[in-house]
């Protein structure tokens, strides 16, 4: 667009990029997509979106999600169906449940292997406290976080 003309109501200067998605699928009930809930990744975020008439979308962006599980019934075997879970420290969406997915075990590798390029990718690393990290003697006992200094007495 010319600097010079005027936006109408409901048009942008600005094009937003469209990411292909990786992965596409719906809730299932009894293994059928029938419901009008659906879900969505591409290579930077991962989208639930729900409803028919009245629409909600949420969206976790992949650098912020902590842990990715499966969850897997008898029934949901079954039907060739099981939920992921993801925890992630999105604020508004803390955890999502991607409910009856297809192929839950090859969703939850694809889903691992983006978040992991993400991160990489927006310069994020993972952190993850291992325990008592402190080394041999040096223990916290008034719990600040920090690592107490031994006390000698051989200097008393």
Known sequence: MSE??????GE???????????????????????SFTRYQLNED?????TGL????????????????SMRQSL???????????VSST?????HLDLVHVKNPRKVKEVLSKCV??????????STELMGDAAPNDATDLDGDG???????????
């Open 4 to 9: 010079n003309k005027k936006l109408r109501s």
């Open 12 to 34: 942008f200067t600005v094009d937003v990029e469209e990411k292909p998605l990786l992965w596409t699928d719906r809730k299932r009930i009894l293994g059928m997509p029938l």
């Open 45 to 49: 975020k991962l989208l639930l979106n």
């Open 53 to 68: 008439l009245s629409l909600h979308e949420e969206e976790v962006l992949l650098y912020r999600i902590q842990d990715i």
């Open 75 to 85: 029934s949901e075997r079954l039907f060739g169906v099981g939920t992921i879970c």
């Open 90 to 94: 999105d604020v508004t969406v803390p």
């Open 116 to 125: 992991e390029k993400s991160r990489r990718k927006n310069g994020i690393r």
């Open 146 to 156: 920090i690592p107490d200094c031994p006390v000698d007495d051989s200097l008393i």
